[in-house]
T-cell receptor
């Protein structure tokens, strides 16, 4: 069974721009969560989508948004990029709330 | 969510047993304890999960005392490839507590 895939793997953007990251979960998984990882803050939860609905949200500004499609694929959007948004963005999928999460390789975003 | 405290870093040598302890004084009755492993530029990978006493799988053992206010991840006979960051999480089963925050983890360095 294929694992979680994320595209693109690397991205360089300029301050003020917006970016969209994509995540394809493991087949059959209905939950997709997004995390931001930085050296200073560690791995922090952004939000979780389940069956196209946002089920939970972390403590991030409204510039960070996401959505999930009917095939469970998910996208994350960051608008008006700031230098501090430079990070590894990880996506994780699972069958449902009480099941193990499987992480993708991440998208490395650099904001200049 | 119960807050966890674990050492920032640890060193050991190949062939040794490594024990990483995590404190979670405010663990709730329904909470599970889950450990993830992360290599550089990769997403975290589930290692083991437990509720009480001892859990063992092919990779590690997890020891949880009766009061459940701490837990110890035990890695038997480590190798260089066990060098990674190890995260202790407390929450719903499957390591998928809503609003999960991984924190900074324990950076384990294995030397020859």
């Amino acid at each position: 069974k294929a694992g979680v895939t994320q595209t693109p793997r690397y991205l360089i953007k300029t301050r003020g721009q917006q970016v969209t990251l994509s995540c394809s979960p493991i087949s059959g998984h209905r939950s997709v969560s997004w995390y931001q990882q930085t050296p200073g803050q560690g791995l922090q939860f952004l939000f979780e989508y389940f069956s196209e609905t946002q089920r939970n949200k972390g403590n991030f500004p409204g510039r960070f948004s996401g959505r999930q499609f009917s095939n469970s694929r998910s996208e994350m959007n960051v608008s008006t990029l700031e230098l501090g948004d430079s990070a590894l963005y990880l996506c994780a999928s699972r069958w449902d709330r009480d099941y193990e999460q499987y992480f993708g390789p991440g998208t490395r975003l650099t904001v200049t | 969510l119960a807050k966890t405290t674990q050492p920032i870093s640890m060193d050991s040598y190949e062939g040794q047993e490594v024990n990483i302890t995590c404190s979670h004084n405010n663990i709730a009755t329904n909470d599970y304890i889950t450990w993830y492993q992360q290599f550089p530029s990769q997403g975290p990978r589930f290692i083991i999960q437990g509720y009480k006493t001892k859990v063992t799988n092919e990779v590690a053992s997890l020891f949880i005392p009766a009061d459940r206010k701490s837990s110890t991840l035990s890695l038997p006979r480590v190798s260089l490839s066990d060098t990674a960051v190890y995260y202790c999480l407390v929450g719903a089963s499957g390591g998928g507590a809503d609003g999960l925050t991984f924190g900074k983890g324990t950076h384990l360095i294995i030397q020859p």
